[in-house]
Nanobody
Framework: QLVLVESGGGLVQPGGSLRLSCAAS????????IGWFRQAPGKEREGVSC????????NYADSVKGRFTISRDNAKNTVYLQMNSLKPEDSAVYYC??????????????????WGKGTLVTVSS
């Protein structure tokens, strides 16, 4: 069974930091592009960041550029999202998703094959 599990969410004050983790079980992430998505109440799920299978290609939504950093450790079968300078508008459920491709970084919701169940991030004073 192919499973993705997110962790690291929580309550943080504006300007604070969190590091989210996406751990895979049942398969190796080495051949998968991983994307981070988020969904706030009443809004559509949006792409936040992605990283290619090799880690050589990364992409970010304009709203998080310069504040978020995606990375991966294939030996640990885990992808991370370091989130700094958090804002209240970053509050959402964050999901990681995987698609099997070695060609590019994918951050399109409809192209992802596997999804985690999400971790809640709340940015509030």
């Amino acid at each position: 069974q192919l499973v993705l599990v997110e962790s690291g969410g929580g309550l943080v004050q504006p300007g604070g930091s969190l590091r989210l983790s996406c751990a895979a079980s049942g398969f190796r992430l080495d051949y998968y592009s991983i994307g981070w998505f988020r969904q706030a109440p009443g809004k559509e799920r949006e792409g936040v960041s992605c990283i290619s299978s090799s880690g050589g290609s990364r992409n970010y939504a304009d709203s998080v550029k310069g504040r978020f950093t995606i990375s991966r450790d294939n030996a640990k079968n885990t992808v991370y999202l370091q989130m700094n300078s958090l804002k209240p508008e970053d509050s959402a459920v964050y999901y990681c998703a995987a698609v099997q491709t070695q060609a590019m970084c994918v951050m399109t919701r409809g192209l992802m094959d596997y999804w985690g169940k999400g971790t809640l991030v709340t940015v509030s004073s």
